[in-house]
């Protein structure tokens, strides 16, 4: 499994990596940055300094407005800005987070189908880590 490395301080923040059927990689989370850059800039601005503080601070030192639990039974995680949220999981260390995707709010709740995107992207890197078969990007490369 391949992590691309977004952040990398006291605390460490990855993005799930793809490999589409030619061979090529994809990353959600950099494709959603690069989607709403500009017309959600703000929003993906607020994002990008809770990536900043939390990989230097931990969670702990971001507030409700920044994260959430966005579903206590799966242990699975949003980063807000403003109508954005990227979905997230921790890793066992506790000093890792790994962002599976990004997308506009829609309604009050994360979706079954964004939730269970999230517990599927955790259960294989559960599996990865285990076996030893992660590896970690510095750069994305399309």
């Known amino acids: 499994m391949q992590i691309l490395e977004i952040r990398n301080n006291e605390y460490q923040i990855g993005a799930i990596m793809n490999v589409r059927s030619n061979g090529t990689t994809e990353c959600s989370l950099i494709d959603g940055i690069r989607l709403h850059q500009h017309q959600r800039r703000a929003s993906v601005n607020r994002i990008l300094a809770s990536f900043d503080r939390m990989s230097k601070e931990g969670l702990s030192s971001l507030n409700a407005s920044q994260f959430h639990l966005a579903n206590r039974e799966n242990g699975v995680y949003e980063f807000i800005g403003g109508d954005l949220r990227v979905m997230f999981f921790k890793a066992s260390s506790g000093k890792i987070v790994i962002c599976t995707h990004m997308l506009v709010k829609q309604g009050n709740k994360a979706s079954p189908q964004d939730v269970a995107r999230v517990v ?10 285990t076996a030893g078969d992660l590896f970690w990007l510095k750069e994305y490369k399309q």
């Not at 599927?120 to 880590?129: D, I």
Request: charged content about 40%; proline content about 0%.
């Open 120 to 129: 599927e992207y955790a259960k294989a890197y559960k599996l990865a880590e």
